[in-house]
């Protein structure tokens, strides 16, 4: 079994100044860093703490150690390392998960992936490292976990929503949630025809869940549906967000290598600079077959002509 070498897990407020003073207690360095109260380093072994949750994210070497020695006993209260069939065994039942990557970048499509685990499946992904993949900052590492999701053979599906095809649905639903709800649904329809005996389907929360069964057409609709938040501690779902992430990324490649230039993530001052660069290389049409066009990044560029 490969050593664990990433570990997320909530905390509290009180539980992240009791984390703090014992890094300080341990002698790491901290660091400020952007969207995290704090960051600390010791040796190989990395700790950050985002603003949002908040959360903690460990990695490196020494981390099992520091999570069964000081972490669970001092900071969390329990042991929990290892006992993921015991304290949460609904993530080792037979169900499908699904997320979705791309939703927040002006460049590129919207990809919505679905992925089915039972307690075998679960095993293996849990073993290989599977974890949601905003918590992966290599492309590399993304596509070789996804590499390993298709090797166990489980069944999944990938649904790429191009930005021609995605400013067409925006412009029929007029709001993002509906059309997430039409892909996560599309997603579930197609899982259904692989393993039709599947009792339950998770996503992250991003809507009222009446939008998702309203968006189900036949098989899906006898699905148990839920939407819960941090849906991707969960494998199915995190496995999902590893393989919706792959085809965001590689068309975002594919794409920029076609062009001749770069398409940067987000939504940022740099996206904008690289949009009126397309702009002026191709023309206004341009930003509707490479980005998502009611993004206000797109009315500020054009504003610019």
């Not at 539980?15 to 010791?42: H, I, M, N, S, W």
């Not at 959360?55 to 020494?62: F, N």
């Not at 590893?242 to 590689?250: G, V």
Request: aromatic share 8%; charged share 30%.
């Amino acid at each position: 079994m490969p050593k664990l070498t990433t570990y997320t897990t909530p905390l509290t407020p009180e539980q992240v100044g009791v984390l703090r003073e014992l890094l300080v207690g341990q002698q790491f360095d901290f660091e400020a860093k952007p969207y995290t109260l704090f960051t600390a380093k010791k040796g190989k072994l990395n700790i950050a703490v985002y603003e949002k949750g908040p959360k903690a994210v460990l990695q490196g070497k020494d981390l099992e150690d520091f999570i069964t020695f000081t972490l669970e006993p001092f900071v969390l209260g329990e042991a929990k390392l290892g006992y993921d069939e015991v304290y949460e065994p609904e993530k080792f039942e037979p169900h499908f998960g699904i997320d979705e990557s791309g939703k927040g970048d002006f460049f590129g499509p919207l990809v919505i992936a679905g992925a089915y685990v039972d307690a075998g499946i679960a095993r293996m992904l849990k073993d290989a490292g599977i974890q949601d993949s905003k918590n992966i900052g290599s492309d590399k590492r993304i596509r070789d976990l996804a590499a390993i999701i298709r090797r166990t053979r489980t069944p999944q599906t990938v649904i790429t929503i191009g930005p021609e095809r995605y400013n067409q649905l925006f412009a029929k639903f007029g709001n993002l949630n509906k059309l997430l709800a039409w892909g996560h649904a599309r997603a579930i329809e197609n899982l259904c025809e692989l393993r039709p005996d599947c009792p339950r389907a998770l996503s992250d929360k991003f809507a009222d869940e009446r939008l998702i069964q309203r968006a189900l057409i036949d098989k899906g609709k006898l699905l148990k549906l839920e939407q819960r938040t941090k849906a991707e501690s969960d494998y199915a779902v995190a496995a999902a967000s590893i393989l919706a992430r792959e085809k965001f990324i590689d068309w975002l490649q594919k794409t920029g290598e076609t062009l001749g230039l770069a398409l940067p993530r987000g939504a940022s001052a740099q996206v904008k600079a690289i949009a009126r660069k397309l702009v002026e290389a191709h023309g206004p049409d341009i930003l509707g077959t490479v980005a998502k066009t009611h993004f206000k990044t797109a009315a500020e560029v054009l504003s610019l002509l």
